[in-house]
């Protein structure tokens, strides 16, 4: 599995959806909060970190693909891309 077999918009939902857990979307596998949990099933963390660090460069997601808790937030062209594929 590659980067590209991994659909953008769930991860995009996944971060943009209000928790009462005050906890910001991680990295980490096995966490409620990680963002793993909106990719397929199976994939590690090198993907995972690598799909994320995709979605930064392209300014869909802000916070940190280095390994660390990520803390990832959705940014503003991350909102519009999913408003324009409803």
Do not use: H, W, Y
Not at 9 to 20: A, G, H, K, N
Not at 38 to 44: D, E, Q, T, Y
Not at 50 to 66: D, E, P, T
Not at 71 to 80: H, L, S, V, W, Y
Request: proline letters at 6%; aromatic letters at 4%; a positive charge.
């Amino acid at each position: 599995m590659q980067c590209k077999d991994i659909p953008d918009r769930p991860i995009l939902e996944f971060i943009s959806v209000e928790r009462d857990d005050p906890r910001l979307p991680c990295a980490f596998l096995g966490f409620e909060n990680s963002v793993a949990n909106a990719m397929p099933s199976g994939v590690n963390e090198k993907l995972v970190l690598a799909k994320m660090k995709g979605l930064i460069k392209r300014g869909l997601v802000s916070g940190c693909a280095c390994g660390c808790r990520g803390d990832f937030e959705i940014a503003e062209r991350g909102k519009i891309s999913l408003a324009e594929t409803k």
